[in-house]
Structures are given as C-alpha cells and as structure tokens.
C-alpha cells in the first residue's frame, strides 16, 4: 500500500494520518477489528489443546464438509472454484464471508482463492497449521506473503480485513504484522 492508502486505513480506524503504520496504528487497527467481531466469539483459543477440544484432530478429513461456492467468483489459479474442503463447523460462517466479499469493492481478492484445507504443519514449525483442521483460508497470496509486512507492503484491504472479523475470525496481516492472505477461525 502507498501512504495515501494507509493514510486512509489510518482515519477509518480513527488514529492521526500521519502515513506511518506505528504502534498506535496496529493497536488501533486491531481494536478496530475486535469490534467488530460478535460479543461472544464463536472460535476457540489457538492452543493446540483448544484447537483440538474444538476441531477434533488436524487432518481429521471426517470433520470436513463440501461448501458450495460455484456462484461467488472464487478462483484457484484461474479457474473457478465450485466447492471448498473446510471444516462443518465454519462452513456457514465461511459462506457468509465469502458471500459479502462477493457483493462488495474487493471482489477481485476471491478470484486469488489460494486454499482452505491442507494437512500440513504450520510454515516452519511442527505444530499443525489451522489449515490442517479446515478452518484457516489464504487470498491473494501474491502479494500478501508470509514475510510481507502488512500494510507497509502487503495490499490485502482492511475491508476484506472487517468482513472476516465480522464472523469472528483472525486476520493474520493486522495482528501478526505479515502473513495478510491467512485468515483463520481463531480468537
């Protein structure tokens, strides 16, 4: 994003635009997010022990469910996308994201659809990544990378952001910093 961009992130959320994404900026911009997410957050704790109380274990395929998605724009390297492997308890949450996201001015980030369930561990660690589990999904990861810091460089919208916290789910760009394709089902 280029300073006007986060100039205008920065009044949305309600801190001086300064154009400088400091401290105050990502505290700010993450109570911006926390309150939009429901009072009582449907997601558990990132714990593997809260994980695994709520999802069962990772790679667990039986907890997965078919989402179809054939109306909304998705795409997988160009090609529509009709179903998503995710897990049956945020499928319907899922849905409704993807759905808004669909109606709205960053559509285009669903035709950047990188995936949802994926048996892996998380990127250089040996703990299971909430992909593993059906409940973390990744857009536009061309230019929201894992080491991408958000917004200074990665371009993921703070709308986009909202959508998601809207359902309760965790935008990894605004509270980790970097990894801005990742959103994942977590408090």
């Known amino acids: 994003m280029n300073q006007n961009d986060i100039k205008a992130m920065q009044r949305r959320i309600g801190v001086t635009d300064d154009g400088f994404w400091g401290p105050k900026s990502i505290a700010a911009c993450q109570a911006h ?9 449907p997601w558990p704790a990132t714990d593997q022990a809260s994980l695994s ?3 069962g274990a990772a790679g667990d395929e039986s907890q997965l ?7 909304l724009g998705i795409k997988y390297d160009g090609k529509p996308v009709k179903v998503i492997r995710c897990h049956k308890k945020v499928a319907d949450s899922l849905k409704r994201i993807f759905t808004a996201l669909s109606k ?12 949802c369930f994926n048996n892996r561990n998380m990127r250089g660690g040996t703990l299971p990544s909430l992909h593993a589990r059906g409940a973390a ?3 536009e990861p061309d230019s929201n990378g894992n080491h991408v810091s958000w917004p200074t460089r990665a371009t993921m919208p703070l709308e986009v952001m909202e959508e998601f916290a809207k ?11 970097r990894d801005a394709m990742h959103f ?4």
């Open 65 to 71: 469910t078919m989402l179809g998605v054939a109306d």
């Open 184 to 187: 994942q089902a977590t408090q």
């Open 53 to 55: 109380k709520f999802y």
């Open 33 to 41: 997010l926390r309150n939009l997410m429901p009072a009582k957050n």
């Open 104 to 115: 709205g001015p960053h559509k285009a980030v669903l035709e950047q659809y990188a995936g």
């Open 137 to 139: 999904v990744d857009l």
């Open 167 to 177: 359902e309760g789910w965790l935008a990894a760009g605004a509270f980790w910093g």
